[in-house]
């Protein structure tokens, strides 16, 4: 167990540091011009170490506000009306039993790398969980694993019951 937590530590750091990179890169030529913008004084020397906080909060500040997400239930219901659309419930099995979007298959976040083969690369896939937070996490999983046909639905199950939406339970179907 200390193993896997161990591996998962290290994956996560991982990904914060491909982020990190990516943002980099993307970003030179964004940054060259703002260099000049800012006077002499306020920019930061070679020297300077790398403020770890303030490079994530420059990435996460960066993403355009559409990126890889799907914002209300109209946008989703239209996603859904592809059928090749596939719909993942990221909660814990216990949660999606209670009850889960209609035709959603259930890919508990925590096991979402060990269940790749049911997450296809040449269909669309929207992820979802209780309030956002884990489906984002899944869609950064996926994109890091080299998935570009993954996105998350941030209203997610609370948006889309709130909502007067069809749900399903293990004990309906």
């Known amino acids: 167990m200390k193993l896997t937590k161990i591996i998962q530590t290290l994956l996560f750091s991982f990904a914060i540091w491909i982020c990190l990179a990516v943002t980099v890169e993307q970003n030179s030529v964004r940054a060259a011009t703002l260099t000049e913008a800012i006077p002499q004084e306020r920019q930061q020397t070679v020297d300077e170490p790398l403020d770890l906080a303030s490079g994530i ?3 996460l500040t960066s993403i355009p506000s559409n990126y890889y997400k799907i914002d209300n239930i109209a946008g989703l219901k239209k996603q859904l009306d592809n059928p090749q659309t596939l ?3 990221v909660r814990e099995f216990s949660e999606y039993r209670l009850g889960h979007i209609p035709n959603a298959i259930n890919i508990p976040l925590r096991t979402l790398a060990q ?3 049911q997450v296809p690369h040449d269909r669309p896939v929207v992820l979802y969980c209780s309030s956002g937070y884990r489906s984002a996490m899944g869609v950064m999983t996926l994109h890091l694993l080299g998935y570009e046909n993954v996105q998350s639905f941030p209203p997610s199950f609370v948006g889309w ?3 007067g939406e069809a749900i399903s339970s293990l004990s309906t179907q």
């Open 115 to 117: 269940n790749l083969d």
């Open 161 to 163: 019951q709130a909502a």
């Open 87 to 89: 719909l993942v419930d």
């Open 57 to 59: 909060d420059r990435y």
